[in-house]
């Protein structure tokens, strides 16, 4: 994830393919020396905070920084500020410390905003090298103006041992005050979660279901090497739900695993109703074709579909036909992560994930600083 302000500008180029063949290679008029491709602008250059979830509320940029695969010493939660990290919405909630878990956010992954202009962090609860401790795996939901606490829902029913809540979306159109809605992308317990904001009640679905496990016969390429996910030691990351979205009505949630190419989506009607069984809502899934490797997905105020392209440094665009436009391509996007989409721009952190020491016989091939980038968007 990312930071410097540089701004690469370079011809736009679009990539119209039905929506269930697969991405193309992407062509066109790039930057010869850097292979750049669209209108790429830094807004952010952070040495010390490497962000995966995103949000922007009235131009403010509030930022993530999940703990499981590092134990950093900053915040778990910031808004970039006059140039700098900032603790939000106070160090005392967004620092390391020794309040009960349940009481401070721990390790914020994902971010988002409802359609009331709130934001809302998805608390992972886990720490690498770390015990879980219970109350740490949470859904907090903020008043941007304040930074009030609007809602806390603690992650009991729903979280298995090897869960990894990644990421979420929050629909203020069914349930009394709202339904919330998780991707869990662990590589063998992946599922949808979904959360009734009145009262807390959560239950995990689709469990097993091909959408939301990883594609056994997944292949990739990650900073030019080809990994198939079989490498010991692990190359690369493996998991099941990942990105998440809403439509614009939030008639319908679309979502898809980590380790796949392939894009899903339920009626949200059915995803929030209890008393949906498994079996109904297995039928009831959509398969929207291919998008590409994808880590975050976004919507924007038109309906449009935005995913990383982490196999080529790169996001697209998911057309209201179906058809793919590449928005951008450059040599800085290690590792697209989370996504923003407003009516102006579309925003993503660059993690650089796929450089954790995990995936490199324990050394950590990260390079500060970590950037957010955003480009331009238009009406369709």
């Not at 990739?220 to 979205?245: E, H």
């Not at 392939?262 to 959509?286: K, N």
């Not at 997905?297 to 036909?321: C, E, M, Q």
Request: aromatic share 6%; charged share 20%.
């Amino acid at each position: 994830m990312p930071r410097s302000p540089i701004i690469g500008l370079v011809a736009s180029v679009l990539i119209a393919v039905p929506a269930t063949a697969q991405v193309p290679p992407i062509t066109g008029n790039t930057d010869p020396a850097f292979g750049r491709v669209g209108k790429v602008e830094i807004v952010a250059s952070i040495p010390d905070f490497d962000p995966s979830g995103i949000a922007v509320i009235g131009g403010r940029l509030f930022l993530s920084q999940p703990k499981q695969d590092m134990d950093a010493p900053g915040p778990t939660l910031a808004e970039w500020r006059g140039g700098r990290i900032v603790p939000w919405p106070t160090p005392d909630l967004a620092m390391p410390s020794a309040r009960p878990a349940a009481d401070r956010l721990v390790s914020v992954h994902g971010l988002t905003t409802d359609t009331a202009g709130r934001l809302w962090a998805l608390d992972d609860g886990k720490v690498k090298g770390k015990p879980y401790d219970a109350g740490g795996a949470k859904v907090i939901g903020f008043d941007p103006a304040t930074g009030h606490i609007v809602a806390k829902l603690l992650l009991t029913d729903a979280m298995l041992p090897g869960s990894n809540m990644n990421d979420l979306r929050v629909d203020l159109t069914h349930g009394a005050e709202g339904t919330v809605y998780i991707t869990d992308s662990s590589a063998n317990d992946a599922a949808l979660v979904v959360v009734d904001i009145a009262t807390g009640r959560q239950r995990r679905v689709l469990a097993g279901d091909r959408s939301v496990i990883p594609d056994p016969g997944y292949m990739t390429v990650l900073d030019g090497r080809v990994l198939n996910g079989v490498q010991q030691p692990p190359a690369m990351p493996r998991g099941g739900a990942d990105g998440i979205t809403l439509s614009r009505d939030s008639s319908r949630l679309y979502y898809a695993p980590l380790s796949s190419r392939s894009l899903y989506s339920l009626p949200t009607a059915l995803l929030a109703d209890f008393a949906t069984t498994d079996a109904t809502l297995a039928a009831a899934v959509r398969d929207e074709g291919e998008k590409g490797a994808a880590d975050g997905l976004a919507t924007d105020t038109w309906g449009r579909i935005y995913t990383s392209a982490s196999d080529h440094n790169a996001v697209f665009r998911r057309n209201l036909d179906g058809s793919f436009a590449l928005i951008a391509r450059d040599p800085r996007f290690v590792w697209p992560d989370g996504l923003f989409a407003d009516d102006r721009y579309v925003y993503v952190t660059l993690g650089q994930w796929t450089r954790l020491p995990q995936f490199h016989n324990g050394t950590d091939m990260r390079r500060p600083p970590f950037l957010v980038a955003r480009m331009p968007i238009v009406a369709p």
